[in-house]
């Protein structure tokens, strides 16, 4: 009997990604006994017709999709109605928010659904092809350059003309994980001047290796996992005072700083922002768990005394296309170790499937969120 693999049309407002791109179908033939299922329109966000997508089930409703699915295939998490649409004993795999949304997570533990979320793939070598938040992340850090360039009144390379000579616009980039880097990478490309900062002092030579100047505060937070830890209030206030001088002076800012699960970080107050000249643009990457400018709304644009404080939303989203060519192929690697010889065959031993599951069997199998539920709080 085939293994039903379901994507259907994104619900979340604003989400133009899907979770397969005609690119794949070819790999897909190489997963035995697979039989791919999409829901009528679930591409057409992303430049993807149905015809586009040739030798799949094109499903009417997404009703009709959920009751034929063995696996389903989704970008962002469930909503709760969604959730209990699933059949029981049946695998998801997408982002899954595993912080927030208790409701969704109980409807998931009484449908016994097997949960993989990709917000939960260990960094470990073996499992960079599945890194969702990595692909998704250099698209936004891409992005990010572009919306502080759009918004800035300045260019931001250098220009010699018969008119005179421009300066090149500085560019402040802080935290230096995929998105930072990507975002280094990009500011260069556009002829800026980049100065970047991350509380990991091993990311030094990634960020000269691009072509920014690494801004030393003195302050070392290497923690597990590829993240930093969280400051101590004396190395915040150490670091504050040493980016506040570099920020003033800054054209664009581009904040990344992010710890899962928690509010994001806050690393440019209210003062340093009026230090800034007018025509300066912070764009906030970390809008969406609270920013990392005190001044930061989710979605919004904000004009402190000529400022603007960016605070974009579901930035990948925009770049939908690659973003889904990215994510897709995140998606189908781990496929690739959940389906074998025609069977889904979950294996325990492997490392990836372990940390990255988060509900199995009626269980909640992630240490934090099993915690957080049985602490009794809601979200």
Sequence with gaps: MAIRVAVPRESAQGERRVALVPSLLKQYEKLEGVELLLESGAGMESGFADDAYEGVTIVGSADELYKQADVVLKVQPPTVEEAGKLPEGSVLIGFMAPHEGDTRLKTLLKHRVTSFSMELVPRITRAQAIDALSSQASIAGYKAVLLAANLSPRLFPMLTTAAGTIKPSRVVVIGAGVAGLQAIATAKRLGAVVEAYDVRSATKEQVQSLGGKFIDTGVKAEGEGGYARELTDEEKQRQAKVLADHISRADAVITTAA?????????????????????????????????????????????????????????????????????????????????????????????????????????????????????????
């Design 259 to 379: 710890i899962p699960g928690r509010p994001a970080p806050k690393i440019i107050d209210k003062a340093t922002v009026e230090r800034m000249k007018r025509g300066a643009v912070i764009i906030d990457l970390a809008a969406e768990t609270g920013g990392n400018c005190e001044l930061t709304k989710a979605g919004k644009d904000v004009d402190h005394n000529g400022v603007i404080v960016h605070g974009p939303k579901n930035v990948a989203s925009a770049l939908c296309q690659h973003a889904s060519e990215m994510y897709s192929r995140n998606l189908y690697n781990l496929l690739t170790l959940i389906i074998k010889d025609g069977k889904v065959a979950l294996d325990w031993d492997d490392q990836v499937q372990k940390d990255s599951c988060l509900t199995h069997d009626g269980e909640i199998k992630h240490g934090p969120t099993r915690e957080r539920l049985e602490g009794g709080k809601k979200s």
